[in-house]
């Protein structure tokens, strides 16, 4: 590490790149206060790639369990920002700490003289649920660009803390549209019920339009019961996507007289995902025997996230159920079940994911053991 340490001051600006790049992969916690200073190197490249290396540092600390097959997609080898955040739900795993110092030296990046800086900081905070940071995000999207603004509010949601929508509120009426429309997905993300007069605001006034359709989406998340008319009317539109998004706003609401009227609207739709939506709300009205539609859409290529992210949704109740599926004769679905589990699990589910570490498929071995090292230190 000395020889590290006397390198990070060379004179020359890809030498210290270099070695910040280095002190990235060697994954030691002893790097982190070289990191501290080489953040704020003069050279942009530098403090850019201690960002990285920092963020390299804490989520990818152990690739034996990180680099699952299915977290590949999530957690890339060098660069953590390779992907766009909007698709990129890379997080710490919940064992993981980050010290205050490490969360104070990236937040005081968000008034760096770089736009690249700034934004790298931003999604870093956001990969570390860097709660404590979340005034200065806010200040500093005030006077930010348009992709400042979009990366703030996706590492604000990666943070969870929905206090923060009366601050998001205002970026509903902005004309910059990438802006707006992340901030109604936000604030549909956080379920927030001061921003439901809004939405249906932009629902009402923009008939025909995408944005209607944001708006919609943004309110079936909120599932509040006054919207039930709103998605009982919209599971007959032409229209599949907003037949998706009204079936899964019932889905939230949980009214238990739709359900003969949501039954005979599964049976005549067409659409693979908005059957996937139907099916989640007939689950939530009580026919629990649709939980096996909902297990075959772990089977499907372009719809499995889908299903995914509506049992992360129901969230620890509904792991006695998925448990049972995890002697599934695809792999596909155990592995996707591993990975579910080690979110929504407990200690409890440690002893029925074991025996998949013998199993077969080498990816259900992988995503099992990551599972139930989530479990153990959860």
Same mark, same amino acid.
């Given at each position: 590490m000395a020889p590290l340490l006397s390198a990070a001051e060379d004179p020359d600006i890809d030498v210290r790149e270099e070695v910040v790049k280095s002190l990235g992969l060697l994954k030691d916690p002893q790097a982190i206060t070289i990191l501290l200073t080489t953040i704020k190197d003069p050279a942009e490249s530098v403090r850019e790639e201690s960002i990285i290396a920092l963020v390299t540092i804490?989520?990818?600390?152990?690739?034996?369990?990180?680099?699952?097959?299915?977290?590949?997609?999530?957690?890339?080898?060098?660069?953590?920002?390779?992907?766009?955040?909007?698709?990129?739900?890379?997080?710490?795993?919940?064992?993981?700490?980050?010290?205050?110092?490490?969360? !104070? +030296?990236?937040?005081?990046?968000? $008034?760096?003289? =770089?736009?690249?800086?700034?934004? &790298?900081?931003?999604?870093?905070?956001? *990969?570390?649920?860097?709660?404590?940071?979340?005034?200065?995000?806010?200040?500093?999207?005030?006077?930010? !660009? +348009?992709?400042?603004?979009?990366? $703030?509010?996706? =590492?604000?949601?990666?943070?969870? &803390?929905?206090?923060?929508?009366?601050? *998001?509120?205002?970026?509903?009426?902005?004309?910059?549209?990438?802006?707006r429309d992340e901030a109604i997905l936000t604030l549909g993300l956080f379920k927030s019920r001061r921003a439901l007069a809004a939405l249906q605001q932009i629902y009402d006034q923009n008939p025909g339009s995408k944005l209607r359709a944001k708006a919609l989406q943004a309110i079936s998340l909120i599932g509040d019961r006054t919207s039930l008319e709103l998605f009982r009317r919209n599971l007959r539109d032409p229209d599949s996507l907003y037949r998706q998004y009204s079936a899964e706003g019932i889905a939230r609401v949980v009214d238990n007289s739709l359900v003969e009227e949501v039954s005979r609207t599964y049976i005549r739709e067409k659409k693979l995902s908005t059957q996937l939506a139907l099916a989640f709300a007939l689950y939530r009205l009580g026919r629990k025997e649709y939980i096996e539609r909902l297990i075959m859409g772990l089977t499907e290529r372009m719809h499995h996230e889908q299903v995914t992210s509506y049992f992360l949704e129901m969230g620890n109740p509904i792991q006695l159920e998925l448990v049972e599926y995890l002697n599934h004769e695809d792999a596909r679905v155990r592995e996707r079940l591993c990975y579910l589990l080690g979110l929504i699990g407990d200690k409890s589910t440690i002893d029925k994911l074991k025996p998949l570490l013998k199993d077969p498929n080498s990816d259900v071995v992988s995503e099992a053991a990551l599972a139930i090292r989530r479990l153990g230190t959860s």
């Open positions: 804490y989520v990818d600390r152990d690739a034996g369990f990180i680099m699952t097959r299915l977290a590949r997609r999530v957690y890339k080898n060098i660069n953590p920002f390779s992907d766009q955040v909007g698709t990129d739900p890379a997080v710490i795993e919940p064992y993981v700490k980050v010290g205050p110092v490490v969360i !104070d +030296s990236i937040a005081e990046r968000l $008034t760096d003289s =770089s736009p690249l800086i700034r934004l &790298d900081a931003t999604k870093a905070l956001g *990969i570390f649920k860097a709660q404590a940071a979340i005034p200065k995000m806010l200040e500093a999207m005030k006077t930010g !660009d +348009s992709n400042l603004q979009v990366a $703030t509010l996706r =590492s604000l949601y990666k943070i969870k &803390d929905p206090s923060v929508d009366e601050q *998001i509120l205002p970026y509903l009426n902005i004309p910059d549209k990438a802006v």
